[in-house]
């Protein structure tokens, strides 16, 4: 299985199977992952979209690391969110990134954490050249950890969106 590590987190690929049992319970994905996977974990939004990511994953097993992390706190032996790209590398090298912690684990740069921990792996994969991501204007959590991580904002969307945008060092 796909895995990264950062100092307080290991963040783990999603597979089809891991998502399929996800959305089927956390007792189902427990058992697969041999974490515990928080209450409060998957959020609506993601339960919603496991079923199409295993079907995407299914139908083309390159796409591992390109979707669907699950957050995971070592010391607690925990899932406790999720982080991931909308997809592989668009033409222009870009990756969208977005992440999600449950509600208990938040206010503590867990996100940041392992946003960074992705950004950093994105960035060592061939094609990518940028990091991308939006977010509501009042999601001020999420707006700290984008700046933290060194996008900067370089519009609003059609629908109200931050757009936010961080090129690759050469």
Same mark, same amino acid.
């Given at each position: 299985?796909?895995?990264?590590?950062?100092?307080?987190?290991?963040?783990? &690929?999603?597979?089809?199977?891991?998502?399929?049992?996800? @959305?089927? /319970? !956390?007792?189902? #994905?427990?058992?697969?992952?041999?974490?515990?996977?928080?209450?409060?974990?998957?959020?609506?939004?993601?339960?919603?979209?496991?079923p199409?990511?295993?079907?995407?994953?299914?139908?083309?097993?390159?796409?591992?690391?390109?979707?669907?992390?699950?957050?995971?706190?070592? &010391?607690d032996?925990?899932?406790?969110?999720?982080?991931? @790209?909308? /997809? !592989?590398?668009? #033409?222009r090298?870009?990756?969208?990134?977005?992440?999600g912690?449950?509600?208990?684990?938040?206010?503590?740069?867990?996100?940041?954490?392992?946003?960074?921990?992705?950004?950093?792996?994105?960035?060592?994969?061939p094609?990518v050249?940028?990091?991308?991501?939006?977010c509501?204007?009042?999601?001020?959590?999420?707006i700290?950890?984008?700046?933290?991580?060194?996008?900067?904002?370089?519009?609003?969307?059609?629908?109200?969106?931050?757009?936010w945008?961080?090129?690759?060092?050469?």
């Amino acid at each position: 299985m796909l895995t990264v590590s950062s100092d307080r987190l290991l963040l783990m &690929a999603c597979s089809a199977q891991v998502a399929r049992a996800a @959305f089927n /319970g !956390r007792r189902h #994905a427990e058992v697969l992952i041999r974490y515990r996977v928080h209450p409060d974990w998957p959020s609506a939004e993601i339960h919603g979209y496991l079923p199409v990511y295993a079907r995407q994953v299914e139908n083309d097993p390159a796409l591992i690391g390109w979707g669907v992390w699950m957050i995971i706190h070592v &010391a607690d032996q925990v899932v406790i969110g999720d982080v991931g @790209f909308k /997809g !592989r590398p668009n #033409a222009r090298g870009a990756v969208d990134i977005g992440y999600g912690i449950v509600p208990e684990y938040r206010r503590q740069g867990f996100g940041f954490e392992a946003a960074r921990a992705l950004r950093d792996w994105a960035f060592e994969q061939p094609g990518v050249q940028r990091l991308t991501a939006d977010c509501r204007p009042d999601n001020v959590g999420s707006i700290r950890i984008l700046e933290k991580l060194g996008l900067q904002r370089i519009g609003v969307s059609n629908g109200g969106l931050l757009l936010w945008e961080l090129a690759k060092e050469a």
